[in-house]
Nanobody, 117 residues
Framework: QVQLVESGGGLVQPGGSLRLSCAASGFTFSSYTMGWYRQAPGKERELVAT????????NYADTVKGRFTISRDNAKNTIYLQMNSLKPEDTAVYYCARRRNGVSDSWGQGTQVTVSS
């Protein structure tokens, strides 16, 4: 079965950095576009970034463009989200997702990111 396991979340001060990882199993990872989402308390889930099957095409939400970088390692069945210049408004649970035809069909359990001094 499809499994997506996020890690790397935590507490960081404003201006700091974190790198999230998502380990995938149970499907042919290199055949799927992947994405990162986030959901803050009381808000809808937001698509943060997506990456194509070989990593040549990436897209970002305007709120994170220039600060976050999505990448993937198909040999390790893993995607990453490097987050720099973090702001308090980046505080959320971050989820990775498998995508097909522009729709996410499988999700991880999420990892909490808290940006606070």
């Amino acid at each position: 079965q499809v499994q997506l396991v996020e890690s790397g979340g935590g507490l960081v001060q404003p201006g700091g950095s974190l790198r999230l990882s998502c380990a995938a199993s149970g499907f042919t990872f290199s055949s799927y576009t992947m994405g990162w989402y986030r959901q803050a308390p009381g808000k809808e889930r937001e698509l943060v970034a997506t990456i194509s099957v070989i990593g040549s095409i990436t897209n970002y939400a305007d709120t994170v463009k220039g600060r976050f970088t999505i990448s993937r390692d198909n040999a390790k069945n893993t995607i990453y989200l490097q987050m720099n210049s973090l702001k308090p408004e980046d505080t959320a649970v971050y989820y990775c997702a498998r995508r097909r035809n522009g729709v996410s069909d499988s999700w991880g359990q999420g990892t909490q990111v808290t940006v606070s001094s």
